[in-house]
T-cell receptor
Framework: GEEVAQTPKHLVRGEGQKAKLYCAPI?????VFWYQQVLKNEFKFLIS????????ETGMPKERFSAKCLPNSPCSLEIQATKLEDSAVYFC???????????????FGEGSRLTVL | AQSVTQPDIHITVSEGASLELRCNYS??????LFWYVQSPGQGLQLLLK??????LVQGIKGFEAEFKRSQSSFNLRKPSVHWSDAAEYFC???????????FGQGTTLQVKP
């Protein structure tokens, strides 16, 4: 597709439940990024993929968070046993190449808002 | 440490007035610099970017930004603000090694009629 598609737009979970978010990158884009935005503040980088391989996971909480990008499937971000502080908007972005600015623009989806009660 | 600082959390300007949003960065390698705008409930839209060449870059919607290496700054400007410019503005820095962007805290722009 011509846009980064994120589903669901809104997700409500009770504390301790699992949450799973999906992202379909733009066709032909090799890199996928996940960012977390809490309370309209700064975007925190979580993880990036080069095709189906993890490229950079330095921002990923080691516990409870996992992500995948499998061939012919949307990418996913899963949070096991959600906590109140996981409430945020999760943005997915994709780009053609690795280098910011010169390998194509980074396109963002509209985000998935996760509310943990 | 790599970081981006946007000193102004909230700015209010009158419609038609000029605008400058400040951005300072700390980055160990050659920085690639970006300004994004986020309207309520929306994702991020790229306004402009700098990665080499002319230090004054032009973007969409009449925005421009100037890269000043000596000051580690990349301030965003617009000569005449329109009411539709009210939004959140984020400055970001990236490099060639990882591709990820580091974002500032954002500046909320309010436009008075």
């Amino acid at each position: 597709g011509e846009e980064v598609a994120q589903t669901p737009k809104h997700l409500v979970r009770g504390e301790g439940q699992k949450a799973k978010l999906y992202c379909a990158p733009i066709k032909g884009h090799s890199y996928v990024f996940w960012y977390q935005q809490v309370l309209k503040n700064e975007f925190k980088f979580l993880i990036s993929f080069q095709n189906e391989n993890v490229f950079d996971e330095t921002g990923m909480p080691k516990e409870r968070f996992s992500a995948k990008c499998l061939p012919n499937s949307p990418c996913s971000l899963e949070i096991q046993a959600t906590k109140l502080e996981d409430s945020a908007v999760y943005f997915c972005a994709s780009k053609r190449g690795k280098i910011p600015g010169s390998d194509g623009e980074l396109f963002f989806g509209e985000g998935s808002r996760l509310t943990v009660l | 440490a790599q970081s981006v600082t946007q000193p102004d959390i909230h700015i209010t300007v009158s419609e038609g007035a000029s605008l400058e949003l400040r951005c300072n960065y700390s980055y160990g390698a050659t920085p690639y610099l970006f300004w994004y705008v986020q309207s309520p409930g929306q994702g991020l839209q790229l306004l402009l970017k700098y990665f080499s060449g002319d230090t004054l870059v032009q973007g969409i919607k009449g925005f421009e930004a100037e890269f000043k290496r000596s000051q580690s700054s990349f301030n965003l400007r617009k000569p005449s603000v329109h009411w539709s410019d009210a939004a959140e503005y984020f400055c970001a820095v990236g490099g060639s090694n990882t591709g990820k962007l580091i974002f500032g805290q954002g500046t909320t722009l309010q436009v008075k009629p």
